[in-house]
């Protein structure tokens, strides 16, 4: 039987194989080989055990991590070369408990586990673990046949590295610089959690566009990540060891934002007893991240455009200018063109930040990354709830994937915490496998999508006015619709929102702006 394995195996290396395919038919082949639950391979991240494969799991356990220092399994499996195995007595917990897809919807019975450190270059890799729900399945027959796969799928895992590094050098030169550190592209960045054809693409290029110095432009919904890629784009870039200052423009007080970015020379203003570097100079050598950037000042976005033009930054009260080597990454959910024409924000300085723009996908475009989304929050919630085990019920993987995401990956984020916490207080222990049924999640299904054909016109509130601007027109519209959705609602700012496809902090903030706080009803 061996002999067949090794066979079977070294076939699977001499095919022409994608690397995330190449490792997944690995993984498959020893589950059905070694008759058990479930195969999974884990990739060392840092202090975190990462699936790039598995077979016979959830599918939302691909986008977990697991930190070896809260499973001692994965940490005692890290700390011996040889093959080792955990029957039906040991007391040690198995990270998979309860994440087996053998039996949807029951939690996991006691079982026994086996597998063996990978070592890549003298270093550790990651591990191989093998799961079933019978007992006595893993014999010393089975340990040895394992001990004798480790070292073909140590060669499978370096020729999906060497398939990998292939492939980058047909991209562009700064490209290929920018992703030489990421050898496996399986399931995104150590942060960033995906398969779907959505954020594939949109790695693809940040990674085109982050070995240059153009400024770079994201532009995405509320919740969608745009830190979180900024963050990305600057890890990749040749600045990576410089610092990356973060300026959130709107919270930046109007009377203070010159200062905050600029900085200030003593005695600018009242109150400035001495000199004070502002957030450019914080950023020499490295990126500036101007989050929110739709919501700077005119005068700000005056001073801002000159250092765009030729890298001066003037401190505030200050004789001479300063320069500084800094590149922008600008982020906003706002649709600047709008505010271009409606004279918020200047042409010039958005062509300048424009240079680049990248699209966010929401999370509703990403397909099956919102269960592995899932996954690594639910993960996040059972270390830091102390529970045996957190996993989603068949019913709520559903709900999860239907629901529409108005507040996408952050929104996501915190239905998984709430659930998780709204099982403790029902009564789940921590020694517990806790399954979160659809109840839990308290999901707003909100309207149904309208069938083909079913759309009705929109109807104008009033006629044109002559005179009157497009930006107050759309104004009104803006102010009927938040009027209705509450009324609609009995009020509540939250489902409102949901239904009008907003996140509710973004709601208040437009009704605020549309002078409509002091007239509706409070939240």
């Given amino acids: 039987m061996n002999t067949l394995l090794n066979a079977a195996l070294l076939a699977e290396l001499a095919q022409d194989l994608p690397p995330a395919?190449?490792?997944?038919?690995?993984?498959?082949?020893?589950?059905?080989?070694?008759?058990?639950?479930?195969?999974?391979?884990?990739?060392?991240?840092?202090?975190?055990?990462?699936?790039?494969?598995?077979?016979?799991?959830?599918?939302?356990?691909?986008?977990?991590?697991?930190a070896v220092h809260q499973h001692p399994r994965l940490a005692a499996l890290l700390a011996q070369r040889e093959v080792l195995c955990f029957d039906k007595d040991s007391q040690l917990p198995d990270p998979y408990d309860?994440?087996?897809?053998?039996?949807?919807?029951?939690?996991l019975p006691v079982h026994d586990c086996m597998g063996v450190a990978l070592w890549l270059h003298a270093r550790p890799w990651g591990v191989l673990t093998l799961d079933t729900l019978r007992t006595g399945t893993f014999g010393p027959a089975e340990r040895r046949a394992l001990a004798h796969c480790a070292l073909l799928v140590q060669a499978a895992v370096r020729m999906a590295q060497l398939d990998g590094e292939i492939s980058q050098l047909r991209l562009a030169p700064s490209a290929r610089a920018s992703s030489a550190d990421t050898p496996l592209p399986l399931a995104g960045d150590a942060e960033i959690v995906g398969q779907s054809p959505a954020l594939t693409q949109l790695l693809h290029e940040l990674r085109v566009v982050a070995g240059s110095e153009l400024p770079v432009l994201?532009?995405?919904?509320?919740?969608?990540?745009?830190?979180?890629?900024?963050?990305?784009?600057?890890?990749?870039?040749?600045?990576?060891?410089?610092?990356?200052?973060?300026?959130?423009?709107?919270?930046?007080?109007?009377?203070?934002?010159?200062?905050?970015?600029?900085?200030?020379?003593?005695?600018?203003?009242?109150?400035?007893?001495?000199?004070?570097?502002?957030?450019?100079?914080?950023?020499?050598?490295?990126?500036?991240?101007?989050?929110?950037?739709?919501?700077?000042?005119?005068?700000?976005?005056?001073?801002?455009?000159?250092?765009?033009?030729?890298?001066?930054?003037?401190?505030?009260?200050?004789?001479?200018?300063?320069?500084?080597d800094v590149r922008i990454i600008a982020a906003t959910n706002r649709r600047l063109r709008e505010q271009v024409a409606a004279g918020s924000f200047r042409a010039?300085?958005?062509?300048?930040?424009?240079?680049?723009?990248?699209?966010?996908?929401?999370?509703?475009?990403?397909?099956?990354?919102?269960?592995?989304?899932?996954?690594?929050?639910?993960?996040?919630?059972?270390?830091?709830?102390?529970?045996?085990?957190?996993?989603?019920?068949?019913?709520?993987?559903?709900?999860?994937?239907?629901?529409?995401?108005?507040?996408?990956?952050?929104?996501?984020?915190?239905?998984?915490?709430?659930?998780?916490?709204?099982?403790?207080?029902?009564?789940?222990?921590?020694?517990?496998?806790?399954?979160?049924?659809?109840?839990?999640?308290?999901?707003?299904?909100?309207?149904?999508?309208?069938?083909?054909?079913?759309?009705?016109?929109?109807?104008?509130?009033?006629?044109?006015?002559?005179?009157?601007?497009?930006?107050?027109?759309?104004?009104?519209?803006?102010?009927?619709?938040i009027h209705a959705a509450l009324a609609q609602h009995q009020g509540n700012w939250a489902q409102a929102a949901r239904s009008l496809g907003l996140d509710a902090s973004n709601l208040h903030k437009l009704a605020k702006r549309l002078g409509?706080?002091?007239?509706?009803p409070k939240q």
């Fill in 218 to 324: 994201l532009l995405g919904e509320t919740g969608v990540g745009k830190e979180l890629f900024a963050r990305w784009l600057h890890r990749h870039s040749p600045r990576a060891d410089k610092p990356l200052v973060h300026v959130n423009c709107a919270a930046l007080p109007e009377s203070l934002a010159e200062s905050e970015l600029f900085g200030h020379a003593r005695g600018a203003f009242s109150g400035a007893l001495a000199e004070r570097p502002g957030r450019f100079e914080a950023a020499d050598g490295g990126t500036l991240l101007l989050d929110e950037v739709g919501e700077l000042p005119l005068a700000v976005q005056a001073k801002l455009l000159r250092t765009l033009q030729n890298g001066e930054i003037q401190r505030l009260g200050a004789d001479r200018p300063r320069h500084v």
């Fill in 21 to 66: 395919e190449r490792l997944q038919r690995l993984v498959a082949q020893l589950r059905a080989h070694f008759r058990c639950g479930a195969v999974v391979l884990l990739r060392l991240e840092e202090a975190f055990l990462r699936p790039v494969a598995i077979d016979g799991l959830v599918g939302e356990a691909l986008g977990r991590r697991f």
């Fill in 348 to 481: 010039d300085l958005y062509h300048r930040l424009s240079v680049y723009p990248v699209p966010i996908p929401p999370l509703r475009e990403r397909g099956s990354d919102v269960l592995l989304l899932a996954g690594r929050f639910l993960e996040l919630n059972r270390a830091r709830l102390g529970l045996r085990s957190l996993r989603l019920a068949p019913a709520a993987q559903e709900a999860l994937a239907r629901y529409r995401w108005p507040g996408n990956v952050r929104e996501l984020e915190h239905v998984i915490s709430r659930a998780a916490l709204k099982a403790l207080s029902q009564g789940a222990r921590q020694g517990d496998i806790v399954t979160l049924g659809p109840a839990l999640l308290d999901l707003d299904p909100g309207p149904a999508p309208p069938t083909a054909g079913s759309a009705a016109p929109i109807a104008l509130a009033s006629s044109p006015t002559p005179g009157r601007s497009l930006l107050a027109a759309v104004q009104d519209c803006q102010r009927q619709h």
């Fill in 98 to 107: 309860g994440l087996l897809d053998a039996l949807p919807g029951a939690p």
């Fill in 516 to 520: 409509l706080k002091e007239t509706l």
